[in-house]
Structures are given as C-alpha cells and as structure tokens.
C-alpha cells in the first residue's frame, strides 16, 4: 500500500482539527448575546484560524501539485466520481470560506489582525451594504462545508470498518 | 433693574459674537480611536456639538468647549453601541453627556495651539492639555487635535472589561472641527 507522504498528512490532519474548532466556535461566538470579552475573544481566534486554514491551504495544493497522491484504491467508478467531487468541493471550500469571511470582516471595517501581531492587507475601503450578504454566504459556505466534510469522513469510515480496505490508512502514519 | 439685565447681557452677547465661530456638524466629527486586541477601532461620535471662539489675531483669547453624547457612540454595530452606554462603559444613562471645557488656549506657532481644559466622562473630571492645529480653508476654519486618554482613569470598561489585554487603555479622542 502507498501512503501520502507525511508533509500531505501532516496538512490534511491539521486542516482537519482547525476547520472542526473553527466551525464549532463560529457557532459557539454568534449565539453569545450582546457584547462580551469572551466573544470578543473567539471572534479573533476564529479569525486566526482562518487565516491559518487559508496558508494551509495555499501550502497544501502546491504540495499536491509538485507530489503525486497515492493511486486510487480498486473500487466501483461510482465511487472514484463520488470521491473526486467530494475532494473537489472541499479543495474549492478551504478557500472559499475563509475568503469569504476575510471580505465579510473587511466589509465591516474590523481588520484581522493574526494572532495580535499582524495586520492583515485589506481588499478593499469598509462597505456596509456588503456586510448581511457575506456574513449570510460565509455561514451557507461553512454549512456546505459541514455536510461535504460529514460525507468524506463517513466514507472513509466505512471503507476503513465495512469494506476494510485501505482507503483511510493511506492517510495515516504507519504506527 | 430689568433694563440693567437686559443690557448686560446683550453685552455678554456681542463680546461673545466677537470671535464666535459656527460649527457645521456635517463636516466635523469627534471620534475615539483605541485597540481591541491590538484590533484598531474608529468610533465616531454622532452626536456632539462644539463651540469654539477663536480669532486668528487673537488666538490666545480662544475659547473652545465640545460636548458629546456619550450614548452616540457608532463602532459600526449595532450590538457594540447597545454595549458601550451600558453601566460598565460610559453609563449613558445617568452620565449622557462627556464634555471638554477649555481653561486656556494659546498659540504655539502659526497654525498651532495649546489647548488646556477640564475633561469630564462619566463623572471624572480631569485637567488636560493637547496641541490642536488650526488652518483657513475656503472661508472655514478647520481645527483639529487628538487628545491621548486613558479610559480606565475615566471608569471606561468597569468589571470585566478593566483587561486592558482585551480593549487597550490608551484611547484617543480626536476632534476635526470644521467652523465659520
């Protein structure tokens, strides 16, 4: 069995782990009422692990790009479709929903500042007109996101247990 | 007796009207600028007014007094500006107004001024001096100054909001005053 090699699992798992913490805080922070330091708090870190997602992913395509993946595992052509749309659409999500939310804060005149160190460029000047629309399209993309990411770990959870085969260990480190 | 009043003051007025400018509250702005997690903010004030006496051959007999609307404030959401006239921040409620009151303005070179006056926010009063620059532009006068605070000297941010980690101390408010 061919593995990925470690630089591309070390990127899926760790994309994986902050794209979970920061769909679950994005939840977490909007349904804090009114203003308090805690959700002030997470707003920024939710931010920052945007930011971290959107380099991640940068780092991840051009390491996909110069490193071939393993050959796909035999199976029904269906199932190679359904896996390549899948990877397709979360490759387009890693982008999109942190970009996305990136404009939204932009639009609102609040500049991200990673990890409280470095201001971010901004796009564009402050519009609030902007604000409802890409707040209402970074929550739609996040949920997208939730459903394709739910479709892909149940796939690999059921070629790991059902079908035993090596779809999911190709992704692990050899123990 | 009603005569003398009358006459006095109309002498109050005119001595006043000698260097009284007017402000036009659409081009002026009075906004506090701060750190939110090293996140800078520029809150403008909506509703202020200010009056300033000043006459460029006299610029030390300058007088100026600003007074803001605390509950004013605009951080660009709605939730922030519910939040800050609450209790723990200005406390709008019993505090509406924060004003400057200037003691002593004098000239410090063409175009500048020191300002020193009595700052009062939420019912802390405190003496305070800042530069303030002053330039014609198409038969206005346009001031402008910043004024360096710190919001915690001034009980702005009470209980958990007194982590200076989370909303920076230094605050400064600046004035751009526009008048006639």
């Known amino acids: ?175 | 007796m009603k005569k003398l009043v009358l006459v006095s003051l109309l002498g109050v007025t005119l001595a006043a009207s000698a260097a009284a400018l007017k402000t036009d509250p659409a081009k002026s702005t009075v906004s506090a600028t701060f750190k939110q997690m090293n996140v800078p903010v520029d809150a403008k004030f909506k509703k202020f007014t200010a009056n300033i006496d000043y006459d460029a051959a006299k610029p030390d007999t300058a007088k100026a007094t600003v007074e803001v609307d605390t509950a004013s404030l605009d951080l660009g959401e709605a939730d922030m500006n519910k939040e800050v006239a609450k209790k723990d921040w200005f406390n709008a409620a019993q505090f509406p107004k924060a004003t400057f009151v200037s003691s002593a303005i004098k000239s410090a070179g063409a175009g500048k001024l020191n300002v020193t006056g009595k700052l009062t926010i939420k019912g802390k009063a405190t003496d305070v001096t800042f530069p303030l620059t002053v330039k014609a532009e198409g038969g206005h006068q346009v001031f402008d100054g910043a004024l360096p605070i710190k919001r915690l000297a001034y009980n702005i941010g009470e209980g958990e909001w007194k982590d200076t980690s989370m909303v920076a101390d230094e605050v400064t408010i600046k004035f751009h005053v526009v008048a006639q």
């Open chain 1, 1 to 175: 069995m061919q593995r990925y090699t470690k630089p591309a699992m070390l990127l899926h798992w760790l994309m994986a782990i902050l794209i979970v913490a920061a769909f679950f805080l994005g939840l977490t922070m909007t349904a804090i009422h009114g203003i308090t330091p805690t959700k002030l708090k997470y707003y920024s870190w939710h931010k920052w692990m945007g930011v971290t997602v959107l380099l991640l992913a940068v780092i991840r395509v051009l390491w996909r790009k110069a490193n071939r993946p393993p050959p796909p595992v035999p199976g029904p052509a269906w199932q190679h479709k359904a896996a390549d749309a899948v990877h397709y659409l979360l490759y387009f999500l890693i982008f999109a929903v942190p970009v996305v939310g990136y404009l939204y804060t932009y639009a609102a005149g609040v500049p991200v500042v990673y990890l409280g160190l470095w201001q971010m460029p901004a796009p564009f000047d402050p519009n609030p007109d902007w604000k409802q629309p890409l707040s209402e399209l970074h929550e739609i993309l996040a949920w997208a996101m939730a459903v394709i990411v739910s479709a892909h770990v149940l796939a690999a959870l059921k070629h790991h247990f059902i079908d035993r085969d090596d779809v999911l260990k190709r992704m692990l480190p050899k123990f």
